[in-house]
């Protein structure tokens, strides 16, 4: 039997036309991405170098006299027979003490009163409780603009009936004043380490690209007083300011070249 091979070949396909297929495909790939990522047209490509750069921490603090005190005194009353005399009691002493300030030339503006309570007392003696009488009190901060002038306050309180003082704070007026000293210092502190560190390092040092600062001031830590420790009210007491730390701790980034 005789069979034609020539009829059972394939038809060839050219070369060129391969070639050009798998170019219009890419093109049409192309032109669809262009369009669904909204690419814009001619695409160029940039290339990006980040320079890096040196973190240095410099730290400054500046030691101020505090200039401000806050005191605070209360009135206790215990076992009042009624809530009239209770309150009758802390207003009569209240109202002392606060004449008491007005004669030191202590504005009212500088006179807070923080806490005024009354509440009745129970007694239990195996029966229904019954109430047995009435405590209150009240507490008073007054703050003074001249530290040297708070023990002539206490005395002055506690003279005027005050048998509470809780406590007293020593405080600086207008510290931003001061922080902006501190954070001067700290950033001399940081550029003098740069200076030293790229001296080390055998490295140029460029701009100053970003900053961070964080600040805190020490303050002095309250003083607690009872009246039977200032004589009942006939002593000054002798107290002493002593000084605040007001800290900058400032973190300069700086180019290197």
Known sequence: M??????????????????????VLITLVALYLVKVFDISYPI???SSQVSSELAVVGEGKVDVIPNSATVSVGVSVVNAATVQAAQQQINETNNKIVQAMAALNIPKEQIKTSGYNINPTYQYDGGPERISGYGGNVTIDITVKKTDQL?????????SGANQIFSTQMTVDDPAVYRAQARKKA???ARAQAKEL???????????????????????PPMYYDRA??????????LQPGSQTIYSTVTLYFEKR
């Open 229 to 238: 420790a200032m004589g009942g009210g006939n002593a000054a007491p002798d």
């Open 151 to 159: 023990p002539q306050v206490i005395q002055a309180a506690t003279a």
């Open 2 to 23: 005789w069979y034609n091979y020539s009829m059972q070949r394939l038809p060839r396909v050219e070369k060129p036309i391969v070639i050009y297929t798998i170019i």
């Open 198 to 220: 790229a001296d080390e390092l055998g490295i140029k040092l460029g701009n100053i690209v970003n900053i961070v600062e964080s600040s805190s001031d020490q303050s002095s």
């Open 187 to 189: 950033i001399e502190n």
């Open 44 to 46: 160029s490509l940039k």
